[in-house]
């Protein structure tokens, strides 16, 4: 079993920066992956950003050159960047980590309300 504990998100205007943080503990030598969903109201949960246990990352267009996603091994956490937000970046953000076998854990979900 993994645990996921996020930390982070709010309230911010369009065009400030948000930092959000999500800490494994557990089976973490099981995870190859970790990063983030998010899911705006009426819209099916899309991936953000993720980050292998090689290095390597991932971003969907809209946010890239806007959002880093980064991780401490020391830590067993990652950390997504976002900046230069706009309203459609608002919605509720997951963090999650994918083990062996194809499992997926989730944490507990935060909203990020970025106003006009």
């Known amino acids: 079993q993994v645990q996921l504990v996020e930390s982070g998100g709010g309230l911010v205007q369009a065009g400030g920066p948000l930092r959000r943080s999500c800490a494994a503990s557990g089976s973490i030598f099981r995870i190859n992956a970790m990063g983030w969903y998010r899911q705006a109201p009426g819209k099916q949960r899309e991936l953000v950003a993720a980050i292998t246990t090689g290095g390597s990352t991932t971003y969907t267009d809209s946010v890239k050159g806007r959002f880093t996603n980064s991780g401490d091994d020391a830590k067993n956490t990652v950390y997504l960047e976002m900046n230069n937000l706009k309203p459609e970046d608002t919605a509720v953000y997951y963090c999650?980590?994918?083990?062996?076998?194809?499992?997926?854990?989730w944490g507990q979900g935060t909203q990020v309300t970025v106003s006009s």
């Open positions: 999650y980590a994918e083990a062996t076998r194809g499992i997926v854990y």
